[in-house]
C-alpha cells in the first residue's frame, strides 16, 4: 500500500534534517511551551496504516507503511511532535523474501526484552505469495534484525495475509491479521517469533482488514477497516468496531449482529476536510487516563499529499468506544503528559 515516496522524502528532509540539533529544535515538544490545542492532521506527509509503542525510555516511538523506504520510524513525547530518526531497515537488511515486495502496516510490540516488529510484505495484487514476516532489536530506534517470513498466504491458506497485529492474553501469544478474505488469528510460541501448529482461527468476516483488539472491562473491542483505502479524495475507507466477551468472538455490533457477517458499528468515517479515515493504531492512554487513537486519512483538499496522521480522543459511552461526530477533529485538546 505504498503512496507517494516523494512526500515522505519532503518530511524526513525537513523534520529529520534538525538530527544533529536538540530534541525540542527537532519537533519534539519542550515541556515550558506546550499548547493547550492542536490541529489535524498531526503531521502533513504520507505515514499509512501507523502502530505506536511506549518504549521503555518514555518515549512514543511510531512505524508506518514504507512510503519511505524500508519503514520510516518517528518519535515522540506527547503524541503530536514527531522526529523521524530514520527506518527499520537498510537496503542490505530489508526482508526479501517477497521479491519487490513493499513493507506494508508493520504492528510494533516488546516481548521477552525484545521490540518485536511484525510487518507485512507484498507487491500490490500479489495476495497469494504476500504474507508476514518479524523483525526484531533491542531498541525501538533500530537497527532491525529481519528474522525472515512466518507464513505466506499460500502456505497458511488465507488469501491476502496481511496486516499483523500482536496481542497477549490469559498468558498466551497471538497473531491477528487478515484483508477482505477474513480476519484470522493463531497461536504464537511464548518468543512470538514462530506459530504454533493448528491453532488459526476465523473471527471476523470478509468486509475487514487492519484489525486492533483493545481490552476494557469485560469486553474485547475489534477495531477493523472497511472499505477501499487508497484511492485519494475518492476512498471510501472507515474505521468500525465490534465488541465480544472473548478474544476470539463472536463479535457483534450494538444489535447483536456479528461482524463474522460483517456487521460493525461505524467509529470514523470522512467529513469535508479529511476522507479515507482507517487502519488506526493502538489506543495510548495519557496521564490523565485519556484515550487516544492516531489514524490515517487523505486530506479532501489536498489528496497528493498521501494518507496523513491523524489523531483523535476516543471516549467511551454505555460500554461503547466514540470519537466525537464519527469523523476526524479539525481541533482538539492536547493529551496530558
Not at 94 to 117: F, Q, S
Not at 135 to 161: W, Y
Not at 269 to 295: C, K, P, R
Request: net charge negative; proline share 5%; aromatic share 12%.
Amino acid at each position: 500500500m505504498r503512496n507517494n515516496f516523494l512526500t515522505l522524502v519532503i518530511m524526513l528532509l525537513s523534520l529529520a534534517a534538525s538530527s544533529c540539533t536538540s530534541d525540542s529544535e527537532a519537533g519534539e515538544q519542550p515541556e515550558n511551551n506546550k499548547n493547550t490545542t492542536y490541529k489535524n492532521p498531526v503531521i502533513q506527509a504520507s505515514l499509512p496504516d501507523p502502530t505506536i509503542i511506549k518504549a521503555a525510555d518514555g518515549y512514543f516511538y511510531l512505524y508506518a507503511t514504507e512510503d519511505i523506504h524500508n519503514t520510516p520510524i518517528l518519535r515522540s513525547n506527547d503524541l503530536l511532535n514527531w522526529k523521524v530518526l530514520g527506518t527499520a531497515f537498510t537496503d542490505e537488511t530489508r526482508p526479501n523474501w517477497e521479491p519487490n515486495g513493499g513493507i506494508w502496516a508493520p504492528d510494533i510490540n516488546y516481548i521477552n526484552g525484545k521490540y518485536v516488529l511484525y510487518y507485512s510484505l507484498s507487491v500490490w495484487g500479489g495476495g497469494n505469495t504476500c504474507g508476514i514476516g518479524i523483525a526484531t532489536a533491542t531498541n525501538p530506534a533500530g537497527p532491525f534484525t529481519d528474522n525472515g517470513k512466518l507464513f505466506r498466504s499460500n502456505e497458511i491458506g488465507v488469501h491476502n495475509s496481511i496486516d499483523p497485529f500482536y496481542i497477549e492474553d490469559g498468558g498466551k501469544k497471538y497473531l491477528f491479521w487478515g484483508s477482505f478474505f477474513g480476519i484470522y488469528s493463531v497461536e504464537l510460541a511464548d518468543d512470538g517469533l514462530s506459530m504454533k501448529p493448528a491453532t488459526t482461527k476465523k473471527v471476523a468476516g470478509t468486509a475487514f482488514e487492519a484489525s486492533y483488539i483493545h481490552k476494557k472491562g469485560n469486553y474485547y473491542y475489534l477495531f477493523a477497516s472497511v472499505g477501499s483505502c487508497c484511492e485519494g479524495a475518492n476512498s471510501s475507507y472507515k474505521t468500525v468496531v465490534g465488541r465480544s466477551e472473548n478474544l476470539f468472538g463472536p463479535y457483534v455490533n450494538k444489535a447483536g449482529k456479528p461482524m463474522m457477517e460483517n456487521a460493525y458499528e461505524v467509529l470514523i468515517q470522512g467529513n469535508n476536510q479529511f476522507v479515507g479515515t482507517g487502519h488506526n493504531s493502538e489506543i495510548i492512554s495519557d496521564e490523565a487516563g485519556n484515550d487516544w487513537m492516531l489514524y490515517h486519512s487523505y486530506i479532501r483538499s489536498t489528496p497528493d499529499k498521501g494518507r496523513v496522521l491523524v489523531m483523535d480522543q476516543v471516549h467511551w459511552v454505555n460500554g461503547w468506544p466514540e470519537i466525537t461526530g464519527q469523523s476526524p477533529s479539525f481541533e482538539n485538546s492536547v493529551p496530558v503528559f
